[in-house]
C-alpha cells in the first residue's frame, strides 16, 4: 500500500500565493506519474497538472503561468507553487500517483486525502 499525504492548503486573498506539497511512503519500486487534481463544489475533479519521473510537465490551460509544480523522485515528493490566485481556484486539491511496487509489476493509482483551498474576491 501507499499513502500520499497532502499538506499547505488554507485561505488567501485573490492575488496570493500558496504552496502545496504531497508526500509518498509505504511499498515503492517507483513512482510514474504525480499529479494534483481539484475538485470544486458541484464540478467534477479536474486535472490541474502532472509530472513524470522524467521531469516533464503538463498543466491545465487555466493555471499556466500561475502554477509551478515541481518534483524530487528521492524523496518521493510533489510540490505545487500556486502564485496569482483567483477565486475560481478554489477547491479541494488531490494529489495522485500511479506506482510500481515491484519492477516488474503492475501500475496501481493512489489518492490523497485533499487539501482545501479557498481563495477570496
Known amino acids: 500500500q501507499v499513502q500520499l499525504v497532502e499538506s499547505g492548503g488554507g485561505l488567501v486573498q485573490a492575488g496570493g500565493s500558496l504552496r502545496l506539497s504531497c508526500v509518498a511512503s509505504g511499498s515503492i519500486f517507483r513512482i510514474n506519474a504525480m499529479g494534483w487534481y481539484r475538485q470544486a463544489p458541484g464540478k467534477q475533479r479536474e486535472l490541474v497538472t502532472i509530472?513524470?519521473?522524467?521531469?516533464?510537465?503538463n498543466y491545465a490551460d487555466s493555471v499556466k503561468g500561475r502554477f509551478t509544480a515541481s518534483r524530487d523522485n528521492a524523496k518521493n515528493t510533489l510540490h505545487l507553487q500556486m502564485n496569482s490566485l483567483k477565486p475560481e481556484d478554489t477547491a479541494v486539491y488531490y494529489c495522485?500517483?500511479?506506482?510500481?511496487?515491484?519492477?516488474?509489476?503492475?501500475?496501481?493509482?493512489?489518492w490523497g486525502q485533499g487539501t482545501q483551498v479557498t481563495v477570496s474576491s
Open positions: 495522485n500517483a500511479s506506482v510500481k511496487h515491484i519492477r516488474y509489476g503492475n501500475i496501481y493509482k493512489y
Open positions: 509530472v513524470t519521473s522524467g521531469g516533464t510537465t
